[in-house]
């Protein structure tokens, strides 16, 4: 049978959110008419991350380069789908969101998207406040969150996919290019409001909320810092945990 859509997992060392993440995908693929397959990208895990996703089912491939972009671009290589969905490990996904975001990309208007983003804990106000704010500028600007991103295979391969160039904020300069490709075709980039989706809060267990302040200013006022790993630490790091 053809795939017609393809789930891809990015996960590095991710055993203990994983199944989480999976049978939200199993419960909401259960209820689509269209075929798919869910592909989990092991980024070098040493735990058991990738044994879990496949005995859930998923097939497993491995990228050798701890790089965000470039894992979930692995895991587009390896897809059969028409429809590309890049899910978080660290979140969980919803059969109505999955109908949508599908739906979207079958109706001919629309070239791929994001959604609003809920965390999975109750936040102090400022936290709160903060994601407030990213989902107004999402909506604002057509910024894909990374933890979601759905778009057509077409226009992934057209802009070359996730750019390996940066470290972090990937997911915003692939909603940029995909926009302008959709855009002369009349295809929309749309930000999916409802239902939201639900993604893990941990970086705020892991860091205090001044060193993830502090990573906003300094790439609100230096932007090349994607460019450098070494200042995207928190996106590839798992340090221990800290109190909100």
């Not at 269209?34 to 991350?49: H, K, M, Q, R, W």
């Not at 692995?74 to 979140?91: E, M, V």
């Not at 407030?132 to 070359?160: K, P, Q």
Request: aromatic share 10%; glycine share 6%; charged share 20%.
């Amino acid at each position: 049978m053809p795939i017609d859509y393809s789930i891809i997992i990015p996960a590095y060392n991710e055993q203990e959110l994983l199944p989480a993440t999976l049978q939200s995908v199993q419960q909401a693929m259960a209820v689509q008419e269209l075929a798919g397959e869910v592909i989990v990208v092991d980024n070098n895990s040493t735990d058991a991350t990738a044994t879990i996703a496949a005995q859930a089912g998923a097939r497993v491939v491995t990228e050798a380069i701890n790089q965000i972009s470039r894992v979930r671009n692995a895991g587009a290589r390896a897809a059969n789908g028409r429809y590309l969905i890049f899910l978080d490990a660290d979140t969980v996904i919803s059969p109505e969101l999955l109908i949508k975001a599908l739906g979207l990309l079958a109706s001919g208007e629309c070239c791929g998207g994001g959604v609003r983003v809920v965390g999975d804990q109750a936040l102090p106000f400022l936290p709160e406040q903060l994601m407030s704010f990213w989902n107004s500028l999402s909506l604002r600007f057509g910024w894909a969150a990374g933890c979601f991103v759905f778009c057509l295979r077409e226009g992934f391969e057209a802009v070359h996919g996730f750019s390996e160039k940066v470290y972090a904020s990937e997911e915003i300069w692939f909603s940029r290019r995909l926009a302008a490709w959709g855009r002369p075709r009349k295809l929309a980039f749309t930000i999916i409001t409802e239902p939201a989706i639900v993604t893990s809060l941990r970086k705020l267990e892991w860091y205090p909320l001044t060193h993830m302040l502090g990573h906003i200013v300094m790439f609100t006022l230096f932007p090349p810092a994607v460019f450098f790993k070494r200042l995207c630490r928190p996106w590839y790091d798992r340090p221990g945990k800290h109190k909100l």
